[in-house]
């Protein structure tokens, strides 16, 4: 079984500041890749950003980005120039064996202040 | 395309009854899921669909639930007798294929209660 830890139960940052939420996973499947999505407080998981397991390059998606550390299991989310709107809940979700499921970790509360 | 659609978004029910959520992918999506979050947790795996056909369920997923994609498009989760441990936020996710960003998308979720 996968297991996905997440280390800041919550963070803060000022508004138009960078800030790195923490990512490590533990899986022995060696096709993986591993998506990062925000929920905020109505409920809805949104997409933000894909890493594929053999991509060369750390992934970007506009203000975000992925830094990827393969050998370390780690793939930290970077997001730059903070807005208020970022406050929500972050999910850091590596593909599982199998099927395409996603396994979550517990999450960190991202809180942006003016 | 508007995404992934679930019905209802809420849903209170009394402990006992039965209840039923309803999933529609993304139209071009051969791969359904579904998952649960509870309060505080993040969202865990119930049940998997390639087309009509489940192909992995979880060992959450108690007799007391069932899910159906009948034809490969909509699908259904049931809940029979439920319990005051079932309430929980349910979301259903599409994606074209299993990996890569296929477009892995989640629906808005039915928040259930059980009273």
């Known amino acids: 079984a996968q297991k996905i830890t997440q280390t800041q139960p919550g963070m803060f940052v000022q508004e138009k500041e960078a800030v790195t939420l923490d990512c490590t996973y533990d899986t022995s499947d060696p096709s993986y890749g591993l998506f990062w999505y925000k929920q905020p407080s109505s409920g809805e998981m949104i997409f933000l950003i894909y890493?594929?397991?053999?991509?060369?390059q750390n992934a970007t998606e506009g203000r975000y980005s992925l830094n990827f550390q393969k050998a370390r299991k780690s793939a930290n989310l970077v997001i730059s120039a903070s807005q208020l709107g970022d406050s929500a809940m972050y999910f850091c979700?590596?593909?599982?064996?199998?099927?395409?499921?996603?396994?979550f970790g517990q999450g960190t509360i991202l809180t942006v202040h003016p | 395309d508007t995404g992934v659609s679930q019905d209802p978004r809420h849903k209170i029910t009394k402990r006992g009854q039965n209840v039923t959520f309803r999933c529609d992918p993304i139209?071009?999506?051969?791969?359904l899921y579904w998952y649960r979050q509870t309060l505080g947790q993040g969202p865990e795996f119930l049940t998997y669909f390639q087309n009509e056909a489940q192909l992995e369920k979880s060992r959450l997923l108690s007799d007391r639930f069932s899910a159906e994609r009948p034809k490969g498009s909509f699908s259904t989760l049931e809940i029979q007798r439920t319990e005051q441990g079932d309430s929980a936020m349910y979301l259903c996710?599409?994606?074209?294929?299993?990996?890569?960003?296929?477009?892995?998308?989640f629906g808005s979720g039915t928040r259930l209660t059980v009273v």
């Open positions: 139209s071009e999506h051969n791969r």
């Open positions: 996710a599409s994606s074209l294929g299993g990996t890569g960003k296929n477009g892995y998308t």
């Open positions: 890493q594929g397991s053999y991509d060369q």
């Open positions: 979700a590596p593909l599982g064996e199998g099927y395409g499921k996603l396994t």
